[in-house]
């Protein structure tokens, strides 16, 4: 018998809604956000936290090659497992964007611990900004 799914329940990146109060990120969109967050924050931009975050934008101005998708990718197995302990990242991908020479395109694959379904997010970093 599976465990019951949580309320998963975070503050809101979004702001306010139209009603006037705090849109309070739930469930899915809640974890999403929550990732987003870890992979876009740089370290030491916290002042109480000062060891969270990836640090994805410090890729910026890098060769958009193997390497440099390589480590892209393990910046975030590694933090997300570090600092998102809700979710089994089982897949992360980098590729080259479509669009311009210097996007990558981040999959990540995962599933959250009380969950067997797998969900993804993907978005694309421009190394070139």
Not at 109 to 115: A, G, M, V
């Amino acid at each position: 018998m599976q465990a019951p799914t949580p309320n998963i329940l975070s503050w809101p990146l979004g702001g306010i809604d139209e009603s006037g109060s705090l849109d309070w990120a739930r469930n899915d969109l809640s974890i999403r956000e929550v990732m987003l967050n870890i992979l876009l924050t740089r370290q030491g931009e916290r002042i109480q936290r000062p060891g969270f975050g990836a640090g994805l934008p410090d890729f910026i101005h890098q060769p958009n090659n193997e390497t440099t998708r390589n480590l892209i990718a393990g910046v975030v197995r590694k933090n997300l497992a570090l600092l998102e302990p809700r979710v089994i990242v089982e897949q992360v991908t980098v590729q080259p964007g479509t669009a311009q020479l210097s996007d990558v395109h981040i999959n990540i694959r995962y599933r959250l611990k009380h969950r067997l379904e797998t969900a993804e997010l993907g978005f694309t970093l421009n190394l070139g900004a």
